[in-house]
């Protein structure tokens, strides 16, 4: 049987110098990790819909979408998760816990060395390079 696959949008929400991201709850898949704020796409939502959606819910925070990074696709022992990762400036809201343990921001020194599920590090890397090139 083939696994199910999952459409996910992350936010990659920047103010600043420093970068958005989400501790999950312990009880959750893949719980005490750092995450960017996102989840699944729901039917006829853009990427870009869902991530500014899932930002609003899980952090309070608004933002204006700049630019969509290539998708990674990432395969688990039960699943096939597809993240399309959207870069965001943040507009308003500070962070509020909503649908995690914390959130906070973190400079780009302390976002390379948190603890994340591994397909994050390939969307940690391109978000990073691709401020650097957009300041």
């Not at 400079?107 to 957009?134: F, G, K, T």
Request: a negative charge.
């Amino acid at each position: 049987m083939p696994k199910p696959v999952h459409e996910i949008a992350l936010a990659i929400v920047f103010r600043d110098d420093h970068w958005l991201v989400a501790k999950r709850r312990h009880d959750a898949n893949l719980g005490n990790l750092w995450e960017f704020p996102g989840g699944k796409c729901r039917p006829h939502e853009t990427p870009t819909q869902a991530a500014l959606r899932e930002l609003a819910e899980e952090c309070a925070v608004r933002a204006r979408p700049l630019h969509v990074l290539d998708a990674v696709t990432w395969e688990y022992a039960d699943r096939i998760v597809r993240l399309t990762p959207v870069i965001v400036r943040w507009e308003a809201g500070e962070p509020q816990s909503l649908g995690n343990e914390v959130c906070r921001w973190v400079d780009a020194e302390e976002l390379q060395r948190l603890e994340m599920p591994s397909a994050n590090a390939v969307i940690v890397r391109a978000a990073l390079d691709w401020r650097s090139r957009n300041p």
